[in-house]
């Protein structure tokens, strides 16, 4: 069976940066379990998975706007530190909620001075090319109830 809109797909993969730094893995662990099409995977991955079989072996270069977008420094804000929550850490790499006009999105902490704090609202690899290596470990045909709530049934992933 290929891949396709709707298959259930099962991934082992890892993901590394251009210089060979390995930010991501599902080594050691469970393979990624996914619904092809419905906007699981960053679209990059997506389209270099479309038509593969199990055991398929791929490795791609993907480009910031076919992952996970370009940096916007508009979404790079000084906040004075009496405006960040009481008792918060204040170091960088420090994950925050924030809401905004666009709803919930997740800031990162990126530099800190006297009074203030910077918070960069890009996702953490905005900017940067993606290098993947997959392999395709399981690809069935999805129920009829998968799409449409978004994510995999089955045991151990998930369960109503
Ligand atoms: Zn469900």
Redesign the pocket.
């Known amino acids: 069976m290929k891949i396709s809109d709707h298959s259930v797909v099962s991934i082992d993969y890892t993901l590394t940066d251009d210089s060979g730094t390995e930010l991501d893995s599902s080594r050691g662990g469970d393979p990624l379990t996914y619904i092809h099409g419905v906007g699981d995977l960053i679209p990059g991955l997506e389209r270099a998975l479309l038509g593969k079989g199990i055991g398929a072996a791929i490795k791609v270069r993907i480009a910031p706007e076919d992952g996970y977008g370009l940096r916007d420094e508009n979404m790079v804000a000084r906040v004075p530190r009496s405006h960040m929550p009481k008792g918060a850490p204040l170091d960088v790499g420090t994950q925050f909620q924030a809401s905004g006009p666009e709803g919930e999105q997740v800031v990162r902490l990126v530099k800190v001075e006297d009074d203030a704090v910077w918070l960069d609202a890009n996702h953490e690899l905005a900017g940067v090319h993606l290098n993947f290596e997959v392999t395709v470990v399981a690809v069935r045909a999805a129920t009829d109830?998968?799409p449409?709530?978004?994510?995999v049934?089955g045991p151990g992933v998930?369960h109503?």
Do not use: A, C, I, W
């Open positions: 109830e998968e449409e709530h978004g994510h049934h998930h109503h």
